[in-house]
């Protein structure tokens, strides 16, 4: 309405019919409602800016007050489903579903700071970082801020908090403290080093000096003598040749500095040139060198290493092996593993229980002459030991004295699949086909959207997940962060793949460890070279 000086109001303009003795008429009231409109007007306003801050902040709010004397949770924000896969409808109607998704090992703990954060009048706020199950059933980790209003007595009448996924940077606190075990167990290594250089190799040296003053000092030895020294000398240079590269490859190992590529390899071929290498050592002392193993057998290793796997097992066994003796070579998948068992069996001198403690721990450095009287360093086990544990295997070994030896170890399969995550399906045809002509011998395994590729990466990891950004459900952002999170030794290298891709985005891949982040339409010839890259690299847990 415009009023007589010019200015306009808002007016509320309620109307009622009055009929009496057959005549009608009207009632019209109006009421100046500008300042309710703009009250209204600056509410729907604040509402908004709450609704955009609640909607867009990783962290969930919620809060409880207190309704006929029992407090209830009436709020929480639309972050909580993002944190813990549930709605806030499904939270909101079962008042036990926060319970029920604590951690089985947490739940005790946490329920016991609540209570006496509730009970503690003197008390308004805490902090609790703890373990939930997701509805995926993957394990998120979360830090739940709590804030407590009191009345004058100290009775809880509201109450504020704050839950957060803290996950990533659990997993880097954990990261952390291994670095810092691992330091510790290298310098621990360092001095140990220092420790075998200074005794180990003053023998041999000590030795070689004897022998050599003893031939250039004496006169009128026999040649007899003068050979059985020179021998003597041979063995002991022989010896600390041998303890010497044992050593550089254990530090180099245990530094990083030795080179590590693993890729896919046929881990068969690898054993037949380690049998034509031992065959001479074999024939020379009359041992059997039996392989059982008829397929190609594809694992993910660096061909290097995993040779001198099987010479320093297959030598070992050679050394302990009395004339006459077998050796066999065997190999099985480990389906739940994810990877392949190998066995190298001999039908030795065995190994008492007390000394099968020793054999991988340089500590020990334990060695024993073998059949034939031969010497070693005592450093080979713990070699192959380092090499197996880098690669994500594990070793072991079965022995009974007197009838042989098992040492088993395993490696992790080689995937040949090929994960593509798009939720457009022209555009998953049409880089599968692309792929197929790069990686002829990969299958590709197609996912629509995130949770789907999950799925299957938790069923059969892949050997790359290649991933559109922007899809429904779960996007390639998340799903490149729960994979970062599954408990497993193998993580499959990440490919980005989309069409919205932005400088912004592209930095965030970076910051989770991503290194190929491309946008549609992609350039092939560094499409191909990414691909081929990632295939030679493992992620390990």
Known sequence: MLRNDGSKISIANSIAKYDVDEDMFFVSVLRDITEEKQQREKLKISEERYRSITENIEES????????????????????????GYSTDEFLNDDKLWIKIIHPDDTETVLVKLKRLYEDKARNSDVIEYRIIHKSGSIVWIENKVNLIRDS?????????????????????????????????????KDRFLSIISHDLRTPFSSILGFTDYLLSAKDVPEEKQQEYIRMIQSSSKSMLSLVNSLLDWTRIQTGRIKFEPERINAKSILDK??????????????????LIENEVFVHADATLLLQ???????????????????????????????????????????SEENRDKLFNIDAKFT???????????????????????HGGEISVESEPGKGSEFIFSIPVSSMNILLVDDMKTDRLLYSKLIKNFLPGYNIVEASEGEEALESIKISPPAIVITDHLMPKMNGYDL?????????????????????VTEIVEEEYRELGIEYVFQKPVNLK?????LEKSLKKAIYN
């Open 309 to 351: 796997v099987f010479n320093n097992l297959i030598s070992n066994a050679i050394k302990f092996t009395k004339p006459g003796g077998e050796i066999k070579i065997a190999a099985e998948p480990q389906v739940a593993k994810r990877a392949f068992e190998f066995r190298v069996i001999d039908d030795g001198v065995g190994i």
């Open 153 to 189: 007595k100290g009775e809880i009448q509201k109450i504020y908090g704050l839950v957060s996924d803290i996950s990533i940077h659990k997993k880097a606190e954990a990261e952390l403290r291994k670095s810092a075990e691992d330091l510790k167990i290298l310098n621990d290594a």
């Open 274 to 291: 380690s049998l034509n290498m031992l065959s001479g050592a074999a024939l020379q002392k009359n041992v059997n060198l039996n392989s």
């Open 368 to 390: 024993t002459p073998g059949t034939s009287g031969e010497k070693g360093s005592g450093l080979g086990l713990s070699l192959v030991h380092e090499i197996i544990l880098k």
């Open 61 to 84: 709010l919620w809060f409880a007050e207190r309704k006929n004397g029992n407090l209830k949770v009436v709020l929480y924000t639309h972050a909580i489903e993002d944190i813990t």
């Open 526 to 530: 560094s499409f191909k070279e990414a």
């Open 480 to 500: 490149v962060k729960n994979i970062k999170m599954l408990e497993t030794k193998f993580k499959p290298p990440v490919i980005i793949l989309s069409s919205d």
